[in-house]
C-alpha cells in the first residue's frame, strides 16, 4: 500500500531564516505531487504540484519554491522566511494520469516569528 | 475568485440525526466532485467523490447529491456520530485538471 511521508511535524521559526519541508511517497511510482496551504480559518490553497522529476509548477506568486530531486520526493523550501508563511503545510500524491484522488500527508505546522 | 464555495463555516449536529453539508461551484466545466475530512493537525482524507454524469453517489452512511443545473452539491451523514466532527471540504476539478478545494466547514456532532 502507499504512504506519504511528511517531516517535521512542527516547525517554529524566525524571520530571514529559511525553510526546508521534505515530502516523500512509498509504494507507488510516478506519483503526481502536491504542495498545499491551509492558513488559518482558510481552505487548502495550492502552492506548487509536479508531474515528474524536476518539473515544478507554481500556482501563485510567493516567498517559497518547490523541487523534485527524485521520483517520489517533493521539497518546499523558502531562502527568507516571512511572518505571513505561518500555516499548516501539506504534501499529496495522485497517480500519474490523474489529480482527482489525492491523498494527503500528516502536515506540518510552520510558525514564523 | 472562489470557483467552490462553502457558505456554512460551521455546523452543529444531535448525535443520531443528519448532518447535512452544502457547496456550490461557479464553473460550469468541472465534472468530478470530492468531499475530503479533516481532523485538527492531520491531512485531509478523501471520504466521497461523485462525478458529473450521476447525480447521487453512497457510500455507507454518506451519500453525495449533485445537482448541475443549480451548480450545488451536498453531503449527506445519516445516522451523525460523534467522530464524525471534523472539516470537510469540499472539492472539484476540470476534465482531470487541478482540484479546487472550497474553505471547508466545520461540523460538530453533539452527544
Known amino acids: 500500500s502507499q504512504t506519504i511521508h511528511q517531516w517535521p511535524a512542527t516547525l517554529v521559526q524566525p524571520v530571514g531564516s529559511p525553510l526546508s519541508l521534505e515530502c516523500t511517497v512509498e509504494?507507488?511510482?510516478?506519483?503526481?505531487l502536491y504542495w498545499y496551504r491551509q492558513a488559518a480559518g482558510r481552505g487548502l490553497q495550492l502552492l506548487f504540484y509536479?508531474?515528474?522529476?524536476?518539473?515544478i509548477s507554481s500556482e501563485v506568486p510567493q516567498n517559497l519554491s518547490a523541487s523534485r530531486p527524485q521520483d517520489r520526493q517533493f521539497i518546499l523550501s523558502s531562502k527568507k522566511l516571512l511572518l505571513s508563511d505561518s500555516g499548516f503545510y501539506l504534501c499529496?500524491?495522485?497517480?500519474?494520469?490523474?489529480?482527482?484522488?489525492?491523498?494527503f500527508g500528516p502536515g506540518t505546522r510552520l510558525t514564523v516569528l | 475568485d472562489q470557483q467552490v464555495k462553502q457558505n456554512s463555516p460551521s455546523l452543529s449536529v444531535q448525535e443520531g440525526r443528519i448532518s447535512i453539508l452544502n457547496c456550490d461551484y461557479t464553473?460550469?466545466?468541472?465534472?468530478?466532485f470530492l468531499w475530503y475530512k479533516k481532523y485538527p493537525a492531520e491531512g485531509p482524507t478523501f471520504l466521497i467523490s461523485?462525478?458529473?454524469?450521476?447525480d447521487k453517489n453512497e457510500d455507507g452512511r454518506f451519500t453525495v447529491f449533485l445537482n448541475k443545473s443549480a451548480k450545488h452539491l451536498s453531503l449527506h451523514i445519516v445516522p451523525s456520530q460523534p467522530g464524525d466532527s471534523a472539516v470537510y471540504f469540499c472539492?472539484?476539478?476540470?476534465?482531470?485538471?487541478?482540484?479546487?478545494f472550497g474553505a471547508g466547514t466545520i461540523l460538530r456532532v453533539k452527544s
Open positions: 499529496a500524491w495522485s497517480q500519474y494520469f490523474s489529480y482527482n484522488e489525492q491523498f
Open positions: 509504494g507507488t511510482s510516478n506519483p503526481n
Open positions: 509536479s508531474v515528474g522529476i524536476g518539473q
Open positions: 464553473n460550469s466545466m468541472f465534472d468530478y
Open positions: 461523485i462525478s458529473s454524469i450521476k
Open positions: 472539492a472539484a476539478s476540470e476534465y482531470g485538471n487541478k482540484l479546487v
